[in-house]
């Protein structure tokens, strides 16, 4: 069993939908969840970051995580071509961190 | 935030010759910097990690005398990759951190090699 699993996608929706982004995990000694977007050819770039359970928002951003149930989401509103872009899934103990494969989204104008 | 930079951004070379990636963190001290490797439709694999002055730590699968890192200063991390082959084509990323334990990790924007 992987330490992270994430559906590659591709994920195709209309601008203005909400998107859910999903991975699980089977460490439970994993201490912080992340969420980075990465455009085609970049490096990846931060855009959630929590240590607990619960929900966290920024913006049209919400990350979700669910230490019981080992399951993370990032949900995304209003959505916008510009957010077309791979997100990865990330997870980590002490100065390692695990990605997910990236689920590949589309958003269509 | 913090800015990573790497060089070069993309690199195409002779099958069995050397070439060597920069990462450098512009405005912070990395005590720890990290390198990933990504190939196409896969996630990023954590291949070695470095402290500033000590050996590189190594994943397993991943040999230390194809891969060699160099963290010579605060700053600057050097991974080279000896007598490439095809197979090591592929996108490596370098991320740094200030200070220990869980802090966020800055990414660099990554290097494509392409191995001929």
């Known amino acids: 069993q992987k330490e992270v699993e994430q559906d590659p996608g591709p994920l195709s929706v209309p601008e203005g939908a909400i998107v859910s982004l999903n991975c699980t995990y089977s460490?439970?000694?994993?201490?912080?969840f992340m969420w980075y977007r990465q455009y085609s050819r970049k490096g990846p770039e931060l855009l959630m970051y929590?240590?607990?359970?619960g929900n966290k928002e920024d913006g049209r951003f919400t990350a979700q995580v669910d230490k019981s149930s080992k399951y993370i989401s990032l949900f995304i509103r209003d959505s916008q071509p510009s957010d077309s872009a791979t997100y990865l899934c990330?997870?980590?103990?002490?100065?390692?961190?695990?990605f997910g494969i990236g689920t590949k989204l589309q958003v269509i104008p | 935030g913090a800015v990573v930079s790497q060089h070069p951004s993309w690199v195409i070379c002779k099958s069995g010759t050397s070439v060597k990636i920069e990462c450098r963190s512009l405005?912070?001290?990395?005590?720890?910097m990290f390198w990933y490797r990504q190939f196409p439709k896969q996630s990023l694999m954590l291949m070695a990690t470095?402290?500033?002055?000590?050996?590189?730590t190594y994943e397993q699968g991943v040999e230390k005398d194809k891969f060699l890192i160099n963290h010579a200063s605060l700053t600057l991390s050097t991974l080279t990759v000896t007598s490439a082959h095809p197979e090591d084509s592929s996108f490596y990323i370098c991320?740094?951190?200030w200070g220990s334990g869980y802090n966020e990790q800055f990414f660099g924007p990554g290097t494509r090699l392409t191995v001929l």
């Open positions: 990330a997870i980590g103990g002490y100065q390692k961190v695990t």
């Open positions: 929590t240590y607990s359970s």
């Open positions: 405005d912070f001290q990395a005590t720890t």
């Open positions: 460490n439970s000694a994993f201490q912080y």
């Open positions: 470095s402290n500033e002055g000590s050996k590189a």
């Open positions: 991320s740094a951190v």
